[in-house]
């Protein structure tokens, strides 16, 4: 009898263990589907954008988004500019001087400005989505007779939207040749260029979240 008690304890601890050990495994699984969605989640926001220029990793940025210049600290002289910088400056690359460079749109959405503004020389901003809310885009020191969109068209993500103005010539308003990209988080279109305090620049966000990196 005392044999009999003695194999059930047995059977009991086996089973004990044996339902630990599943519920161990579930919590694991559980775990690795958490992780594959917030893999998918970082893969859409890859989706919404795409880099502005090829071989995007390779350019230097002289101007980081939210850094404050004035002509006495700008690492571009002469610098004509005093705020905090609401994007980022994409530079070229040594050898496309004088090459075209192609620009590309970083995300899918409608054309709603093309035109000249003073600091940018051709310009346009392109209304987007981010997590389902409006942004808008401003890309600045274009050549504007490159660019073929007009206003009220949709221009997809990845699409060519036109050329890199030529190096300081009225094309770029007598900047260098050089990609400016600002994300501005509203509906409302704002292509200023530079803030003057930090408040205001938390209405934009910082373009290379999103866009600084080559996705293969
Ligand atoms: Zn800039």
Redesign the pocket.
Known sequence: MKKIYFLLIIILIILGVFFLFQNNKEEEIFEDLNQDESNLLNNIDLITFKPPLDEISEREIK?TFGIYITPQNSSIQPERFTGY?T???FEILPEELDKDVLVYAICSGELKLKQFGSGYGGMIVQTCELDEKPITVVY?HLRLSSIINNIGDNINIGDSIGLLGNDKSSETDYERKHL?ISIYNDSKINTR?YVGSQTELLNWIDPCLYICYDIN
């Open positions: 101007k910088h994007g980022i400056d600045g400016h260029g």
